[in-house]
C-alpha cells in the first residue's frame, strides 16, 4: 500500500525535495516523506485537502486517509508538532461520514462548520466585477445567493447573465437577477426530473424516501417497507413491485449507478443536496407515458 504512495519529488511554492533513489534502495514511505520535509522546512507541515469526501470513490482514496492518519499520529508524537491535517468538502452529509462512521480513518475527528461568503463586502465586491451598469440592491443580490445554495461560481454566472443578456422592458436589476437565478435554477430542476423518467417505480420510490429521511435513512426496516409500497401503490396489480430487501438494494445500487444518490463506507445520501427539496416537489412516483405506438395495433400501429 504504500509503495502506490512512494514519492520521487516534491514540490510546494517556494520549495523543490527531490529524492534519489538508488539502486536496491525503497523510496521513502509518505511518513518519512512529511517528516523529512518539515526538519528540512524547519515547520510544520499542513496538507489542505479540499472535496475530501471523493476520496471515498476509490479504495485507493481510503487507503490515503489511512496513510495519512498513520502519518500525523507517528508525526504529532515526536517532540515538536510536524505534521497538521486539514481537509474541507461542499457536502455536508458526505463530510459528516467520515468522521462518524466507524470505518472510517478519521473517526471522531473534529469538525466545523466553516464561514461562508455572502457577507456585504462580498457581494459589493461581486456586484463591482460587472462594472457600472450592474447595480442591483444587496438585499436582492442576498435572495439570490441563497437561490444559488450559497456557490459562488453559479451566483457569478447569474450576475454576469443579467449583465450580458440585458433586462427586460421596465424591468429593474433586481427583478432581472432574481429571475436569471430561478431561470437557472429551474433548468437544472428540469435536467433531474428527464432523469428520473428512466428509473423503474421501485427506484423512484426508495429515492423520495432518501430525500424524506436524510441521515435517518434505514430502508430496510419494517416502516420503511410500509412507506414504500403505500408509494407503490398507484400501480395497479402485477405491475406492483415486490418490496424486499433484495428489490431495495437493486434499487439502491442502480441509483448509484445513475450518480442520484452516493455511498463511500458509510451512509447512502443524495449525490446533490439540493435533490431533496426538488424530489418534494413531486409526486413519488411518477409513471411515465406509454408511447402511442405501444396502444396501437395492426395497420395503423404500422402507419403510425
Known amino acids: ?9 516534491l514540490k510546494v511554492p517556494g520549495f523543490e525535495w527531490e529524492f534519489k533513489g538508488e539502486q536496491g534502495v525503497r523510496d521513502p514511505s509518505l511518513c ?6 518539515s526538519d528540512l522546512a524547519k515547520q510544520t507541515v499542513v496538507l489542505i485537502i479540499d472535496e475530501v469526501q471523493q476520496t471515498q470513490s476509490t479504495s485507493l482514496g481510503r487507503d490515503v486517509l489511512y496513510m495519512l492518519k498513520s502519518a500525523r499520529d ?3 508524537g515526536c517532540d515538536k508538532l510536524k505534521f497538521r491535517l486539514l481537509a474541507t468538502g461542499s457536502h455536508h452529509e458526505k463530510i459528516v461520514g467520515l468522521v462518524l462512521d466507524k470505518h472510517q480513518a478519521f473517526l471522531g475527528a473534529n469538525m466545523e462548520t466553516m464561514p461562508t461568503l455572502g457577507e456585504e463586502g462580498y457581494l459589493r465586491w461581486e456586484r463591482a466585477l460587472h462594472g457600472p451598469i450592474f447595480q442591483p440592491s444587496l438585499p436582492a443580490m442576498a435572495q439570490v445567493f441563497e437561490i444559488c445554495l450559497r456557490r459562488p461560481a453559479d451566483f457569478h454566472k447569474v450576475c454576469r447573465g443579467v449583465v450580458t443578456a440585458g433586462r427586460y422592458a421596465e424591468e429593474t436589476d433586481d427583478e ?5 437565478a430561478r431561470g437557472r435554477v429551474d433548468v437544472e430542476k428540469r435536467q433531474l426530473f428527464v432523469r428520473l423518467q428512466s428509473l423503474e417505480p421501485i427506484e423512484q ?4 424516501l432518501l430525500a424524506e429521511d436524510g441521515e435517518k435513512f434505514t430502508p430496510f426496516f419494517p416502516p420503511a417497507k410500509r412507506r414504500l409500497n403505500a408509494m407503490l401503490a398507484v400501480l395497479e396489480g402485477e405491475s406492483r413491485p415486490e418490496v424486499s430487501d433484495a428489490t431495495i438494494r437493486m434499487a439502491l445500487d442502480r441509483l448509484c449507478d445513475a450518480k442520484l444518490i452516493w455511498r463511500g463506507d458509510g451512509p447512502y445520501v443524495l449525490e446533490e443536496s439540493q435533490f431533496a427539496d426538488w424530489l418534494l416537489e413531486r409526486d413519488p412516483v411518477v409513471l411515465a407515458p406509454v408511447p ?4 396501437l395495433q395492426g395497420p395503423a400501429a404500422e402507419a403510425a
Open 205 to 208: 420510490a426508495v429515492l423520495r
Open 292 to 295: 402511442a405506438k405501444v396502444l
Open 32 to 37: 518519512e516523506s512529511l517528516e523529512r520535509l
Open 176 to 180: 432581472a437577477l432574481i429571475r436569471f
Open 1 to 9: 500500500m504504500f509503495d502506490r504512495l512512494s514519492l520521487s519529488r
Open 74 to 76: 507517528h508525526l504529532n
